[in-house]
T-cell receptor, first 116, second 113 residues
Framework: GAGVSQSPRYKVAKRGQDVALRCDPISGHVSLFWYQQALGQGPEFLTY????????KSGLPSDRFFAERPEGSVSTLKIQRTQQEDSAVYLC??????????????FGPGTRLTVL | GNSVTQMEGPVTLSEEAFLTINCTYTATGYPSLFWYVQYPGEGLQLLLKATKADDKGSNKGFEATYRKETTSFHLEKGSVQVSDSAVYFCALSYGGSQGNLIFGKGTKLSVKP
């Protein structure tokens, strides 16, 4: 079966532009996570959805970051007025059950965002 | 706060050598512990996990034991192969509404033939 897919795989934006990153989780997976991975670092949590409800957005670094999952499947991470420090790989992960935790999270290939 | 510390890389080994990648954690309560691996050009994938103290996770010849007394979850393999070359991430999670993973910085392993 299909895994988690993300698009675009690469995105170059000029500073100040808005970007939208898409995540298609595994069909039927309840939980969806977004992570940000800076070069040479481990992924850092951004936000968590259980179906369409955004239950945790404590990791979003600023109010320029916004995520949604309106129908409980596809999710979009939007970054407004991009800054150079937003350059990173953005990872999406989904898991079958609510809450993630001990349930295996399946990761997408990531979107590499470069802000010039 | 909760955090994971793993040994700095890169680690370079010859084929069939013994591998240890150290991982320690700081956490309250009883998190679950994970090792994820990222092969070149691929996404992160779960390698193994342990959900309570003294549990041993194992997969593909890799093992790690959840040691609460030393807050550690060291990854070991008795005989590495070139195909094990990858970046390895140690992580913890609590599940429930706090189901997000907290990762270490990663350790790059290169295995030479």
């Amino acid at each position: 079966g299909a895994g988690v897919s993300q698009s675009p795989r690469y995105k170059v934006a000029k500073r100040g532009q808005d970007v939208a990153l898409r995540c298609d989780p595994i069909s039927g997976h309840v939980s969806l996570f977004w992570y940000q991975q800076a070069l040479g670092q481990g992924p850092e949590f951004l936000t968590y959805f259980q179906n369409e409800a955004q239950l945790d957005k404590s990791g979003l670094p600023s109010d320029r970051f916004f995520a949604e999952r309106p129908e409980g499947s596809v999710s979009t991470l939007k970054i407004q007025r991009t800054q150079q420090e937003d350059s990173a790989v953005y990872l999406c992960a989904s898991s079958k059950l609510a809450g993630g935790g001990v349930d295996t999270q399946y990761f997408g290939p990531g979107t590499r965002l470069t802000v010039l | 706060g909760n955090s994971v510390t793993q040994m700095e890389g890169p680690v370079t080994l010859s084929e069939e050598a013994f591998l240890t990648i150290n991982c320690t954690y700081t956490a309250t309560g009883y998190p679950s512990l994970f090792w994820y691996v990222q092969y070149p050009g691929e996404g992160l994938q779960l390698l193994l996990k342990a959900t309570k103290a003294d549990d041993k996770g194992s997969n593909k010849g890799f093992e790690a034991t959840y040691r609460k007394e030393t807050t550690s979850f060291h990854l070991e393999k008795g005989s590495v192969q070139v195909s094990d070359s990858a970046v390895y991430f140690c992580a913890l999670s609590y599940g429930g509404s706090q189901g997000n993973l907290i990762f270490g910085k990663g350790t790059k392993l290169s295995v030479k033939p």
